[in-house]
Protein backbone atom coordinates (compact mmCIF):
# COMPACT_ATOMS: atom_id res chain seq x y z
CA UNK A 1 0.00 0.00 0.00
CA UNK A 2 1.57 3.26 -0.67
CA UNK A 3 1.30 5.90 2.04
CA UNK A 4 -0.62 8.34 -0.81
CA UNK A 5 -3.25 6.31 -1.04
CA UNK A 6 -3.40 5.16 2.75
CA UNK A 7 -3.81 9.03 2.91
CA UNK A 8 -7.00 9.61 0.49
CA UNK A 9 -9.16 7.00 1.81
CA UNK A 10 -8.93 8.24 5.14
CA UNK A 11 -9.75 12.40 4.29
CA UNK A 12 -12.70 10.45 2.30
CA UNK A 13 -13.42 8.20 5.46
CA UNK A 14 -13.38 11.66 7.51
CA UNK A 15 -15.10 13.95 5.07
CA UNK A 16 -18.13 11.33 5.17
CA UNK A 17 -18.32 11.11 8.85
CA UNK A 18 -19.58 15.27 8.03
CA UNK A 19 -22.30 13.66 6.16
CA UNK A 20 -26.12 14.52 6.64
CA UNK A 21 -27.82 13.21 8.60
CA UNK A 22 -24.75 13.10 11.18
CA UNK A 23 -26.57 10.49 13.74
CA UNK A 24 -28.08 7.67 12.85
CA UNK A 25 -31.61 7.90 11.11
CA UNK A 26 -33.14 4.53 10.64
CA UNK A 27 -34.79 4.60 6.74
CA UNK A 28 -34.29 3.01 3.81
CA UNK A 29 -34.94 5.97 1.04
CA UNK A 30 -31.63 7.29 1.12
CA UNK A 31 -30.11 3.45 0.36
CA UNK A 32 -32.65 3.17 -2.47
CA UNK A 33 -32.06 6.23 -3.75
CA UNK A 34 -28.63 5.95 -3.95
CA UNK A 35 -28.43 2.40 -5.02
CA UNK A 36 -30.99 3.56 -8.17
CA UNK A 37 -28.16 5.82 -9.40
CA UNK A 38 -25.66 3.37 -9.34
CA UNK A 39 -27.38 0.82 -11.11
CA UNK A 40 -29.33 -1.53 -8.94
CA UNK A 41 -25.90 -3.04 -7.57
CA UNK A 42 -27.48 -4.96 -4.45
CA UNK A 43 -29.45 -6.68 -7.39
CA UNK A 44 -26.34 -8.31 -8.99
CA UNK A 45 -25.09 -10.45 -5.93
CA UNK A 46 -23.88 -13.52 -5.56
CA UNK A 47 -26.43 -15.56 -3.21
CA UNK A 48 -26.83 -13.28 0.16
CA UNK A 49 -26.92 -14.54 3.79
CA UNK A 50 -28.36 -11.89 6.03
CA UNK A 51 -27.37 -11.98 9.46
CA UNK A 52 -29.24 -9.48 12.11
CA UNK A 53 -29.14 -10.31 16.61
CA UNK A 54 -27.98 -8.53 19.14
CA UNK A 55 -24.79 -10.93 19.84
CA UNK A 56 -22.83 -13.04 17.99
CA UNK A 57 -23.92 -12.24 14.38
CA UNK A 58 -19.85 -11.32 13.75
CA UNK A 59 -19.17 -14.82 15.26
CA UNK A 60 -21.63 -16.63 13.64
CA UNK A 61 -20.70 -14.97 10.34
CA UNK A 62 -17.35 -16.05 10.99
CA UNK A 63 -17.97 -19.64 11.25
CA UNK A 64 -20.27 -19.48 7.99
CA UNK A 65 -17.04 -18.07 6.06
CA UNK A 66 -14.74 -20.79 7.36
CA UNK A 67 -16.80 -23.54 6.46
CA UNK A 68 -17.76 -22.02 2.89
CA UNK A 69 -14.34 -21.30 2.00
CA UNK A 70 -13.08 -24.80 3.57
CA UNK A 71 -15.24 -26.19 0.99
CA UNK A 72 -14.21 -24.19 -2.00
CA UNK A 73 -16.23 -20.96 -2.04
CA UNK A 74 -15.56 -17.53 -2.82
CA UNK A 75 -17.17 -15.57 -0.16
CA UNK A 76 -17.69 -11.69 -0.06
CA UNK A 77 -18.68 -10.64 3.53
CA UNK A 78 -19.51 -7.59 5.14
CA UNK A 79 -19.83 -6.39 8.55
CA UNK A 80 -19.45 -3.52 11.49
CA UNK A 81 -17.98 -1.82 13.07
CA UNK A 82 -14.33 -2.24 12.27
CA UNK A 83 -11.50 -2.40 15.19
CA UNK A 84 -8.43 -1.16 13.40
CA UNK A 85 -8.86 -0.22 10.20
CA UNK A 86 -11.87 0.82 8.13
CA UNK A 87 -11.10 -1.88 5.22
CA UNK A 88 -12.28 -4.83 7.70
CA UNK A 89 -15.51 -4.10 6.80
CA UNK A 90 -15.27 -5.30 3.31
CA UNK A 91 -13.66 -8.60 2.25
CA UNK A 92 -14.16 -9.62 -1.66
CA UNK A 93 -13.53 -12.88 -2.55
CA UNK A 94 -11.52 -13.57 0.70
CA UNK A 95 -9.27 -10.60 0.84
CA UNK A 96 -10.04 -7.02 2.47
CA UNK A 97 -10.50 -4.57 0.02
CA UNK A 98 -7.92 -2.93 -1.12
CA UNK A 99 -6.70 0.55 -0.66
CA UNK A 100 -7.09 1.48 -4.04
CA UNK A 101 -10.48 -0.29 -4.81
CA UNK A 102 -11.78 1.40 -1.55
CA UNK A 103 -11.01 4.90 -2.00
CA UNK A 104 -12.16 4.60 -5.67
CA UNK A 105 -15.91 3.35 -4.51
CA UNK A 106 -15.81 5.54 -1.89
CA UNK A 107 -15.31 8.53 -4.72
CA UNK A 108 -17.95 7.02 -6.79
CA UNK A 109 -20.26 6.80 -4.06
CA UNK A 110 -20.07 10.47 -3.24
CA UNK A 111 -19.53 11.45 -6.70
CA UNK A 112 -23.12 9.96 -7.50
CA UNK A 113 -24.76 11.01 -4.30
CA UNK A 114 -24.12 14.32 -4.47
CA UNK A 115 -25.18 16.56 -1.77
CA UNK A 116 -28.41 15.05 -1.08
CA UNK A 117 -28.54 13.60 2.47
CA UNK A 118 -26.88 10.29 3.11
CA UNK A 119 -25.65 8.51 6.46
CA UNK A 120 -21.60 7.38 6.87
CA UNK A 121 -23.40 3.87 7.38
CA UNK A 122 -25.31 4.22 4.31
CA UNK A 123 -22.32 5.50 1.82
CA UNK A 124 -20.19 3.01 3.17
CA UNK A 125 -22.80 0.06 2.75
CA UNK A 126 -23.02 0.69 -0.87
CA UNK A 127 -19.77 0.88 -1.52
CA UNK A 128 -19.77 -2.64 0.10
CA UNK A 129 -22.44 -3.35 -1.91
CA UNK A 130 -20.56 -2.14 -5.03
CA UNK A 131 -17.84 -4.09 -4.49
CA UNK A 132 -19.47 -7.33 -4.03
CA UNK A 133 -21.35 -6.54 -6.79
CA UNK A 134 -18.47 -6.28 -9.23
CA UNK A 135 -16.17 -9.36 -7.95
CA UNK A 136 -17.32 -12.86 -8.99
CA UNK A 137 -18.14 -14.95 -5.72
CA UNK A 138 -20.29 -17.92 -4.50
CA UNK A 139 -21.97 -16.28 -1.39
CA UNK A 140 -22.36 -12.67 0.06
CA UNK A 141 -22.43 -12.11 3.82
CA UNK A 142 -24.05 -9.58 5.13
CA UNK A 143 -23.98 -8.62 8.52
CA UNK A 144 -26.64 -6.22 9.63
CA UNK A 145 -25.60 -2.82 11.36
CA UNK A 146 -28.12 -2.04 13.85
CA UNK A 147 -31.76 -3.40 13.76
CA UNK A 148 -32.77 -5.09 10.69
CA UNK A 149 -36.13 -3.69 9.33
CA UNK A 150 -34.28 -0.13 8.44
CA UNK A 151 -30.84 -1.17 8.54
CA UNK A 152 -29.03 0.27 5.27
CA UNK A 153 -28.34 -3.74 4.36
CA UNK A 154 -31.63 -4.99 4.13
CA UNK A 155 -31.83 -3.61 0.40
CA UNK A 156 -31.73 -7.23 -0.39
CA UNK A 157 -35.29 -8.31 -2.12
CA UNK A 158 -34.57 -12.10 -1.81
CA UNK A 159 -31.69 -13.21 0.22
CA UNK A 160 -30.38 -17.40 0.25
CA UNK A 161 -30.97 -16.97 3.84
CA UNK A 162 -31.40 -15.23 6.39
CA UNK A 163 -30.43 -15.79 10.12
CA UNK A 164 -31.15 -14.36 13.70
CA UNK A 165 -29.00 -14.52 16.49
CA UNK A 166 -29.65 -14.13 20.19
CA UNK A 167 -31.75 -11.06 20.75
CA UNK A 168 -31.54 -8.83 23.50
CA UNK A 169 -31.59 -5.09 24.89
CA UNK A 170 -29.25 -2.83 23.38
CA UNK A 171 -29.84 0.53 21.06
CA UNK A 172 -33.34 1.08 22.89
CA UNK A 173 -33.04 4.57 21.51
CA UNK A 174 -33.76 3.36 18.04
CA UNK A 175 -34.76 -0.20 18.20
CA UNK A 176 -37.51 -0.07 21.34
CA UNK A 177 -37.62 0.00 24.97
CA UNK A 178 -38.54 -3.72 24.72
CA UNK A 179 -37.15 -7.31 24.20
CA UNK A 180 -40.67 -7.62 22.01
CA UNK A 181 -40.53 -4.07 19.74
CA UNK A 182 -36.48 -4.90 19.01
CA UNK A 183 -37.08 -8.65 18.17
CA UNK A 184 -39.48 -7.27 15.64
CA UNK A 185 -37.17 -5.04 14.50
CA UNK A 186 -34.53 -7.76 13.90
CA UNK A 187 -37.16 -9.72 12.34
CA UNK A 188 -37.68 -7.42 9.67
CA UNK A 189 -34.65 -9.34 7.60
CA UNK A 190 -37.33 -11.89 7.19
CA UNK A 191 -38.37 -12.27 3.24
CA UNK A 192 -41.60 -14.43 1.78
CA UNK A 193 -40.40 -17.56 1.55
CA UNK A 194 -36.74 -16.92 2.10
CA UNK A 195 -35.83 -20.03 5.47
CA UNK A 196 -34.24 -18.17 8.07
CA UNK A 197 -31.66 -19.89 10.55
CA UNK A 198 -33.01 -18.67 14.24
CA UNK A 199 -30.88 -19.26 17.11
CA UNK A 200 -31.30 -19.52 21.02
CA UNK A 201 -34.28 -16.52 21.95
CA UNK A 202 -36.16 -15.52 24.90
CA UNK A 203 -39.90 -16.73 24.63
CA UNK A 204 -40.99 -13.63 24.04
CA UNK A 205 -38.78 -12.79 21.02
CA UNK A 206 -39.21 -15.83 19.64
CA UNK A 207 -43.01 -15.71 19.48
CA UNK A 208 -42.20 -12.17 17.56
CA UNK A 209 -40.14 -13.87 14.72
CA UNK A 210 -42.62 -16.94 14.60
CA UNK A 211 -45.53 -14.69 14.03
CA UNK A 212 -43.40 -12.86 11.12
CA UNK A 213 -42.31 -15.64 9.60
CA UNK A 214 -46.04 -17.17 9.67
CA UNK A 215 -47.30 -14.14 7.70
CA UNK A 216 -44.69 -14.36 5.19
CA UNK A 217 -44.27 -17.86 4.43
CA UNK A 218 -40.82 -18.26 6.02
CA UNK A 219 -39.88 -21.42 6.68
CA UNK A 220 -37.72 -21.20 10.32
CA UNK A 221 -35.27 -23.62 11.17
CA UNK A 222 -35.09 -22.83 15.02
CA UNK A 223 -32.90 -23.36 18.13
CA UNK A 224 -34.30 -26.28 19.90
CA UNK A 225 -36.76 -27.51 17.80
CA UNK A 226 -34.93 -28.19 14.17
CA UNK A 227 -31.47 -27.97 15.73
CA UNK A 228 -30.26 -28.70 19.12
CA UNK A 229 -25.69 -28.12 19.88
CA UNK A 230 -24.52 -29.24 23.10
CA UNK A 231 -21.21 -30.08 24.80
CA UNK A 232 -20.31 -33.52 25.74
CA UNK A 233 -16.60 -34.98 27.20
CA UNK A 234 -14.84 -31.62 25.74
CA UNK A 235 -16.09 -32.26 22.05
CA UNK A 236 -19.23 -30.45 20.42
CA UNK A 237 -22.21 -32.24 19.62
CA UNK A 238 -24.46 -31.09 16.92
CA UNK A 239 -27.74 -32.29 15.41
CA UNK A 240 -30.26 -31.45 13.41
CA UNK A 241 -32.69 -32.79 10.83
CA UNK A 242 -30.59 -34.37 8.61
CA UNK A 243 -28.17 -36.02 11.43
CA UNK A 244 -25.60 -35.58 14.02
CA UNK A 245 -22.39 -34.17 14.18
CA UNK A 246 -19.54 -34.70 16.22
CA UNK A 247 -17.31 -31.91 16.39
CA UNK A 248 -14.25 -29.99 18.01
CA UNK A 249 -15.35 -27.31 20.21
CA UNK A 250 -14.95 -24.18 18.77
CA UNK A 251 -11.97 -22.48 18.50
CA UNK A 252 -13.57 -18.94 19.57
CA UNK A 253 -13.53 -18.88 23.52
CA UNK A 254 -16.44 -19.10 25.51
CA UNK A 255 -19.67 -21.37 26.07
CA UNK A 256 -21.36 -18.88 24.15
CA UNK A 257 -19.62 -19.95 20.96
CA UNK A 258 -21.42 -23.00 21.08
CA UNK A 259 -24.84 -21.24 20.17
CA UNK A 260 -22.90 -19.17 17.30
CA UNK A 261 -21.39 -22.33 16.14
CA UNK A 262 -24.62 -24.04 16.03
CA UNK A 263 -26.55 -21.20 13.54
CA UNK A 264 -23.28 -21.56 11.81
CA UNK A 265 -23.75 -25.03 11.27
CA UNK A 266 -27.19 -24.85 10.81
CA UNK A 267 -26.91 -22.56 7.67
CA UNK A 268 -24.05 -24.99 6.19
CA UNK A 269 -26.14 -27.92 6.61
CA UNK A 270 -28.96 -26.23 4.73
CA UNK A 271 -26.80 -25.40 1.87
CA UNK A 272 -25.91 -28.85 1.11
CA UNK A 273 -21.92 -28.33 3.08
CA UNK A 274 -19.88 -31.62 3.92
CA UNK A 275 -18.71 -32.35 7.03
CA UNK A 276 -15.49 -31.34 6.44
CA UNK A 277 -16.67 -28.09 6.01
CA UNK A 278 -18.75 -27.83 9.22
CA UNK A 279 -15.49 -28.99 11.21
CA UNK A 280 -13.64 -26.10 9.52
CA UNK A 281 -16.37 -23.80 10.71
CA UNK A 282 -15.57 -23.96 14.18
CA UNK A 283 -12.06 -25.12 13.89
CA UNK A 284 -11.06 -21.94 12.01
CA UNK A 285 -13.08 -18.93 12.36
CA UNK A 286 -11.24 -15.87 13.07
CA UNK A 287 -13.01 -13.34 14.61
CA UNK A 288 -11.17 -10.29 16.64
CA UNK A 289 -11.58 -8.41 20.11
CA UNK A 290 -14.25 -11.39 21.42
CA UNK A 291 -12.62 -13.09 24.27
CA UNK A 292 -9.29 -12.79 22.16
CA UNK A 293 -6.14 -13.87 23.95
CA UNK A 294 -3.40 -11.46 23.63
CA UNK A 295 0.20 -12.69 23.18
CA UNK A 296 2.24 -9.58 21.96
CA UNK A 297 3.02 -5.98 22.06
CA UNK A 298 3.28 -3.59 24.25
CA UNK A 299 0.91 -3.77 26.99
CA UNK A 300 2.38 -7.79 27.28
CA UNK A 301 6.18 -5.56 27.56
CA UNK A 302 3.70 -3.92 30.90
CA UNK A 303 3.05 -7.33 32.22
CA UNK A 304 4.69 -10.65 30.91
CA UNK A 305 3.46 -12.30 33.42
CA UNK A 306 0.26 -11.82 33.47
CA UNK A 307 -3.02 -13.24 30.96
CA UNK A 308 -4.20 -10.51 28.95
CA UNK A 309 -7.78 -10.70 27.09
CA UNK A 310 -9.86 -8.66 25.32
CA UNK A 311 -13.34 -8.56 24.09
CA UNK A 312 -15.47 -5.63 22.61
CA UNK A 313 -18.98 -7.15 24.42
CA UNK A 314 -21.12 -3.97 25.70
CA UNK A 315 -24.46 -4.82 26.77
CA UNK A 316 -25.96 -7.03 29.77
CA UNK A 317 -26.25 -9.96 27.18
CA UNK A 318 -22.34 -9.98 26.07
CA UNK A 319 -21.53 -9.12 29.73
CA UNK A 320 -23.19 -12.38 30.89
CA UNK A 321 -21.47 -13.84 28.17
CA UNK A 322 -17.57 -12.87 29.61
CA UNK A 323 -18.80 -13.88 32.95
CA UNK A 324 -19.40 -17.38 32.05
CA UNK A 325 -16.59 -17.76 29.67
CA UNK A 326 -14.27 -16.84 32.62
CA UNK A 327 -15.67 -19.02 34.85
CA UNK A 328 -15.33 -21.60 32.69
CA UNK A 329 -11.15 -20.78 32.37
CA UNK A 330 -9.15 -22.16 34.90
CA UNK A 331 -8.97 -20.06 38.55
CA UNK A 332 -7.20 -17.32 38.61
CA UNK A 333 -7.99 -13.49 39.74
CA UNK A 334 -9.37 -11.47 37.34
CA UNK A 335 -9.18 -7.76 36.88
CA UNK A 336 -11.31 -5.95 34.50
CA UNK A 337 -9.77 -2.38 32.65
CA UNK A 338 -13.06 -1.13 31.39
CA UNK A 339 -13.93 1.45 29.16
CA UNK A 340 -17.64 2.15 27.88
CA UNK A 341 -19.97 4.49 25.94
CA UNK A 342 -22.32 6.80 27.28
CA UNK A 343 -25.18 5.47 25.29
CA UNK A 344 -25.12 1.48 27.03
CA UNK A 345 -26.69 0.02 30.05
CA UNK A 346 -23.26 0.19 32.00
CA UNK A 347 -24.65 -0.92 35.73
CA UNK A 348 -26.31 -4.31 33.65
CA UNK A 349 -23.21 -5.09 31.75
CA UNK A 350 -21.57 -4.11 35.45
CA UNK A 351 -23.84 -6.52 37.18
CA UNK A 352 -23.15 -9.50 34.77
CA UNK A 353 -19.73 -9.35 35.55
CA UNK A 354 -19.99 -8.30 39.57
CA UNK A 355 -19.71 -12.67 40.58
CA UNK A 356 -16.46 -12.85 39.21
CA UNK A 357 -14.14 -10.14 39.19
CA UNK A 358 -11.32 -9.11 41.96
CA UNK A 359 -11.76 -5.70 40.01
CA UNK A 360 -12.53 -2.94 37.92
CA UNK A 361 -10.14 -0.38 36.94
CA UNK A 362 -12.02 2.67 34.75
CA UNK A 363 -10.32 4.52 31.84
CA UNK A 364 -12.06 6.59 29.11
CA UNK A 365 -11.81 5.26 25.24
CA UNK A 366 -9.36 7.56 23.86
CA UNK A 367 -10.31 10.03 21.07
CA UNK A 368 -14.26 8.85 21.36
CA UNK A 369 -16.32 11.68 22.02
CA UNK A 370 -19.50 9.77 23.32
CA UNK A 371 -17.12 7.79 25.87
CA UNK A 372 -18.47 7.21 29.23
CA UNK A 373 -16.05 9.35 31.54
CA UNK A 374 -14.33 7.17 33.67
CA UNK A 375 -15.67 8.37 36.91
CA UNK A 376 -19.15 7.54 35.87
CA UNK A 377 -18.16 4.08 34.71
CA UNK A 378 -15.99 3.56 38.21
CA UNK A 379 -19.20 4.59 40.09
CA UNK A 380 -21.44 2.02 38.35
CA UNK A 381 -18.61 -0.92 39.04
CA UNK A 382 -18.79 0.00 42.60
CA UNK A 383 -22.41 -0.26 42.94
CA UNK A 384 -22.79 -3.16 42.05
CA UNK A 385 -20.06 -4.86 44.43
CA UNK A 386 -16.84 -4.31 42.05
CA UNK A 387 -14.21 -2.24 43.79
CA UNK A 388 -13.06 0.02 41.47
CA UNK A 389 -10.61 3.10 40.80
CA UNK A 390 -9.53 4.76 37.66
CA UNK A 391 -6.51 5.34 35.03
CA UNK A 392 -5.64 7.62 32.66
CA UNK A 393 -4.63 5.07 30.11
CA UNK A 394 -4.93 1.43 29.60
CA UNK A 395 -1.39 0.69 30.01
CA UNK A 396 -1.57 2.66 33.22
CA UNK A 397 -4.57 0.33 34.96
CA UNK A 398 -2.24 -2.56 33.55
CA UNK A 399 0.82 -1.85 35.31
CA UNK A 400 -1.39 -0.53 38.86
CA UNK A 401 -2.47 -4.00 38.33
CA UNK A 402 0.41 -5.90 37.86
CA UNK A 403 2.39 -3.85 41.21
CA UNK A 404 -0.10 -5.42 42.97
CA UNK A 405 -0.42 -9.35 41.46
CA UNK A 406 1.91 -9.81 38.54
CA UNK A 407 0.37 -13.01 37.47
CA UNK A 408 -3.28 -11.70 37.54
CA UNK A 409 -5.75 -12.64 34.51
CA UNK A 410 -6.63 -9.26 32.89
CA UNK A 411 -9.73 -8.40 30.90
CA UNK A 412 -9.97 -5.31 28.84
CA UNK A 413 -14.07 -5.23 27.97
CA UNK A 414 -16.71 -2.63 27.45
CA UNK A 415 -16.69 -1.24 24.23
CA UNK A 416 -15.31 -2.30 20.58
CA UNK A 417 -13.95 0.69 20.32
CA UNK A 418 -11.68 0.55 23.21
CA UNK A 419 -10.94 -2.83 21.64
CA UNK A 420 -10.38 -1.09 18.18
CA UNK A 421 -7.97 1.19 20.16
CA UNK A 422 -6.18 -1.60 21.59
CA UNK A 423 -5.49 -3.56 18.29
CA UNK A 424 -3.94 -0.41 16.84
CA UNK A 425 -1.14 0.46 19.15
CA UNK A 426 -0.68 -3.15 20.55
CA UNK A 427 0.28 -4.33 17.17
Known amino acids: MNKGAAVSSDLILQRMMTLHPKVIDLTLDRMHRLLLRLGNPENLLPPVIHLAGTNGKGSTQAMIRAGLEAAGHRVHAYTSPHLARFHERIRIAGDLISEDLLTALLDECSAVNGSDPI ?17 PADFTLLEVGLGGRLDATNVIEVPRLTIITPVSIDHQQYLGETLTEIAGEKAGILKRGVPCIVGPQAPEALDVIEARAARLGVPLLAYGQHWHV ?3 RGRMVFQDETGLLDLPLPNLPGPHQLQNAGAALAALRHMGCDDAACEAAVTRAEWPARMQRLRQGPLIDVAPQAELWLDGGHNPAGGAAIAATLTA ?42 TLPAAETCA ?9 TEAASVAEALQKIVEIEPQARVLICGSLYLAGAILRENA
Open 119 to 135: TFFEITTAAGILAFART
Open 230 to 232: QAE
Open 329 to 370: MPPRPVHLICGMLNTKDVAGYMRTLAGCTASLTAVSIPNEQN
Open 380 to 388: AARSVGIPA
